[in-house]
């Protein structure tokens, strides 16, 4: 028995890393797409030089960035700094492991909550960046983004009880099941266009990218960043995008993770983020916090006393 256990605890552990390494492959391309669809919405080419029309450009990238000198300000809080974009993409990748494949993988009965853990996770290594930097326009740039992050999350969290009371349980691999007949996008259609605005603040994404709003903080939290560690927060940005699209498709959407219907969803979503920053302008700070609590909030908060109606 205890051998078995050995075993798929092993098992478990190689499944787990071939899917990291998958997920850091397709933040390399997620990159690129995003720079040709912006090439294209603003009529230019986009990368088209390394490899064939440009498909290896995101490894010369990731090749210049981690090879650059790594400096550090003199006066930082050493230890937290080197460590900040570690933890955030370590964060970033941990969370995957929510991801409900009907074998190999972890897919635990409580997803729900490790989700959540991991999202309020995320706000640490933005705020330590911005502080250890010992730079003002770090921790100004930090300070914008844990609050619209913190934010964003109680709108998300809401919306998630909401579902937790239709599906009945924290696994996620429940909305799979709930979604065999008809998507959840079409029952909860308001719903799903909220989660999607709370994920692209969540994920720091265009019209929401206060957190590098160059033309009055510099770069936000990242400032003092460069090579490896701007290369790692970078990275942990995508993987944030790439698992909200990924959770977007899982949950209103329906489908399981084993055809490839589910991936090409991700994609479709994917692009959208991508759509949005192409096409909007971002706002004026006060409208974001206006629109997280007082538009957002009570939405929310309606749908979860109109579900849990339902399904007394």
Same mark, same amino acid.
């Given at each position: 028995m205890g051998y078995e256990?050995?075993?798929?605890?092993?098992?478990?552990?190689?499944?787990?890393?071939?899917?990291?390494?998958?997920?850091?492959?397709?933040?390399?391309?997620?990159?690129?797409?995003?720079?040709?669809?912006? #090439?294209?919405?603003?009529?230019r080419k986009g990368p088209n030089k390394v490899g064939f029309m440009g498909i290896l450009q995101p490894f010369s990238d990731a090749v210049k960035l981690f090879t650059k000198e790594q400096t550090s300000p003199t006066l930082s809080n050493f230890l937290v700094y080197y460590m900040s974009p570690v933890f955030s993409l *370590?964060?970033?990748? !941990? $969370?995957?492991?929510?991801?409900?494949?009907?074998?190999?993988? /972890?897919? *635990?009965?409580? #997803? $729900? !909550? *490790?989700?959540?853990?991991?999202?309020?996770?995320?706000?640490y290594s933005t705020m330590s960046a911005g502080w250890a930097s010992n730079s003002k326009y770090s921790l100004l740039g930090s300070l914008r983004a844990v609050a619209q992050t913190i934010s964003y999350e109680v709108s998300l969290a809401l919306i998630l009880l909401s579902f937790l009371f239709l599906v009945g349980g924290f696994n996620f691999e429940l909305f799979s099941l709930y979604q065999e007949k008809v998507w959840l996008l079409w029952v909860v259609m308001p719903l799903s266009w909220v989660w999607f605005a709370s994920c692209l603040a969540e994920t720091n994404r265009t019209p929401f990218d206060f957190a590098e709003g160059e033309s009055e903080l510099v770069s936000g939290f990242n400032t003092e960043y460069s090579s490896g #560690?701007?290369?790692?927060?970078?990275?942990?940005?995508?993987?944030?995008?790439?698992?909200?699209? /990924?959770?977007?498709? !899982?949950?209103? !959407?329906?489908?399981?993770?084993?055809?490839?219907?589910?991936y090409l969803k991700l994609v479709a979503m994917a692009f959208i983020f991508i759509w949005v920053r192409g096409t909007l302008p971002r706002l004026r700070y006060d409208k974001l916090m206006y629109l997280a609590w007082k538009s957002f909030l009570p939405v929310s908060l309606n749908y979860l006393i109109f579900y849990m109606g339902v399904k007394l």
């Amino acid at each position: 028995m205890g051998y078995e256990v050995f075993v798929g605890f092993v098992l478990m552990v190689v499944n787990y890393l071939v899917l990291i390494i998958c997920v850091l492959v397709s933040v390399a391309f997620v990159t690129l797409l995003e720079r040709k669809i912006l #090439g294209y919405i603003q009529i230019r080419k986009g990368p088209n030089k390394v490899g064939f029309m440009g498909i290896l450009q995101p490894f010369s990238d990731a090749v210049k960035l981690f090879t650059k000198e790594q400096t550090s300000p003199t006066l930082s809080n050493f230890l937290v700094y080197y460590m900040s974009p570690v933890f955030s993409l *370590f964060i970033s990748l !941990l $969370v995957w492991a929510v991801v409900p494949y009907e074998q190999g993988l /972890m897919n *635990f009965e409580l #997803g $729900v !909550l *490790f989700f959540l853990c991991c999202l309020s996770l995320g706000v640490y290594s933005t705020m330590s960046a911005g502080w250890a930097s010992n730079s003002k326009y770090s921790l100004l740039g930090s300070l914008r983004a844990v609050a619209q992050t913190i934010s964003y999350e109680v709108s998300l969290a809401l919306i998630l009880l909401s579902f937790l009371f239709l599906v009945g349980g924290f696994n996620f691999e429940l909305f799979s099941l709930y979604q065999e007949k008809v998507w959840l996008l079409w029952v909860v259609m308001p719903l799903s266009w909220v989660w999607f605005a709370s994920c692209l603040a969540e994920t720091n994404r265009t019209p929401f990218d206060f957190a590098e709003g160059e033309s009055e903080l510099v770069s936000g939290f990242n400032t003092e960043y460069s090579s490896g #560690g701007f290369a790692l927060i970078f990275m942990a940005e995508y993987a944030s995008i790439l698992f909200m699209s /990924m959770l977007f498709s !899982l949950m209103f !959407l329906g489908g399981t993770f084993l055809g490839i219907s589910s991936y090409l969803k991700l994609v479709a979503m994917a692009f959208i983020f991508i759509w949005v920053r192409g096409t909007l302008p971002r706002l004026r700070y006060d409208k974001l916090m206006y629109l997280a609590w007082k538009s957002f909030l009570p939405v929310s908060l309606n749908y979860l006393i109109f579900y849990m109606g339902v399904k007394l």
